[in-house]
T-cell receptor, first 113, second 114 residues
Framework: DTGVSQDPRHKITKRGQNVTFRCDPI?????LYWYRQTLGQGPEFLTY????????KSRLLSDRFSAERPKGSFSTLEIQRTEQGDSAMYLC???????????FGPGTRLTVT | DQQVKQNSPSLSVQEGRISILNCDYT??????FLWYKKYPAEGPTFLIS???IKDKNEDGRFTVFLNKSAKHLSLHIVPSQPGDSAVYFC?????????????WGLGTSLAVNP
């Protein structure tokens, strides 16, 4: 399978714990995006990378959130001191630089209890 | 402020008939529009897109129409099949400093009845 993959698919954590999600994009794609989707809403942009450079972060991304793409391949999204409001589906997408079509992974469903 | 609006939360059609899903936008800087299909607990799947320099794009049973003056686009599915039942999202992007982030509508839930 050469699509976008995300791990884990589901994560249940207690409030205050740290969590980390991983995204593996389509191999030749140099752009990688993170979105968050809550029930009844469309996905909301969080941040994006071009190769290893993080070029933009949404104001939705508080100081508790950090994302990396160390070698321009896979990316991680870490949430520190999770809060119940962080419960959502976290989606990763990748694209070729010159094109606007983004291909999404299956998402990571986070539940903070 | 919703820059991309899908005003119909749900739509029900009979198998074999046409499904028409609508989307309106407010930002005139959007130059690329996409439709995605989403099943519960899965990521969005790309369906079809259209550039702002075109007014129609067709791919099999799916056709997207763009009316720039009205800031309106629609997705036509003909003929509709039960497997098309899903939530459909309209998304738009602008080439703002190289960031092609997608701005999404709230989705329309399509039910195709056998």
């Amino acid at each position: 399978d050469t699509g976008v993959s995300q791990d884990p698919r589901h994560k249940i954590t207690k409030r205050g714990q740290n969590v980390t999600f991983r995204c593996d994009p389509i191999s030749e794609h140099n752009r990688l995006y993170w979105y968050r989707q809550t029930l009844g809403q469309g996905p909301e942009f969080l941040t994006y990378f071009q190769n290893e450079a993080q070029l933009e972060k949404s104001r939705l991304l508080s100081d508790r959130f950090s994302a990396e793409r160390p070698k321009g391949s896979f990316s991680t999204l870490e949430i520190q001191r999770t809060e119940q409001g962080d419960s959502a589906m976290y989606l990763c997408a990748s694209s070729l630089e010159s094109l606007a079509v983004q291909y999404f992974g299956p998402g990571t469903r986070l539940t903070v209890t | 402020d919703q820059q991309v609006k899908q005003n119909s939360p749900s739509l029900s059609v009979q198998e074999g008939r046409i499904s028409i899903l609508n989307c309106d936008y407010t930002n005139s800087m959007f130059d690329y529009f996409l439709w995605y299909k989403k099943y519960p607990a899965e990521g969005p799947t790309f369906l079809i897109s259209i550039s702002s320099i075109k007014d129609k794009n067709e791919d099999g049973r799916f056709t997207v129409f763009l009316n720039k003056s009205a800031k309106h686009l629609s997705l036509h599915i003909v003929p509709s099949q039960p497997g098309d039942s899903a939530v459909y999202f309209c998304a738009a992007s602008a080439n703002a400093g190289n960031n092609r982030k997608l701005i999404w509508g709230l989705g329309t839930s399509l039910a195709v009845n056998p």
